[in-house]
């Protein structure tokens, strides 16, 4: 059983940067393709970004694409998610997931069998 936990979320002015991350406890956080999902206010979570086990392959959605960097420390047992140029749509809770499955299957919310219990992020402008 993975046990994630999230934090680094807050309230941000438009324009400015946060960085999230992602830890785990009772299991190596190494085995699994971690992913940030996204859900704003009375709408569906989305997967915005997601990466390999050792780092290597990343995939960031159109929304967040040029914005948010995803990286990995397996060492340590941590992923982080930096945020710059943060806007008002980005105004949601962020969980970190992770999955076990083939890379592909990252694009998918309901492809992830572990959650965190998600961090506000809160952008004003």
């Known amino acids: 059983q993975l046990r994630l936990v999230e934090s680094g979320g807050g309230f941000v002015q438009f324009g400015e940067s946060l960085r999230l991350s992602c830890t785990s406890s009772?299991?190596?956080?190494?085995?699994?393709?971690i992913g940030w999902v996204r859900q704003a206010p009375n709408k569906e979570r989305v997967v915005i970004s997601f990466?390999?086990?050792?780092?290597?392959?990343?995939w960031y959605s159109d929304s967040v694409k040029g914005r948010f960097t995803i990286s990995r420390d397996n060492t340590n047992e941590v992923v982080f998610l930096e945020m710059d140029s943060l806007n008002p749509d980005d105004t949601a809770v962020y969980y970190c997931?992770?999955?076990?499955?083939?890379?592909?299957?990252?694009?998918?919310?309901?492809?992830?069998?572990?959650w965190g219990q998600g961090t506000q992020v809160t952008v004003s402008s």
């Open positions: 009772q299991d190596r956080l190494g085995r699994y393709t």
């Open positions: 997931a992770a999955h076990f499955g083939d890379l592909s299957l990252g694009y998918h919310a309901s492809s992830y069998h572990y």
């Open positions: 990466i390999s086990t050792n780092g290597a392959n990343k």
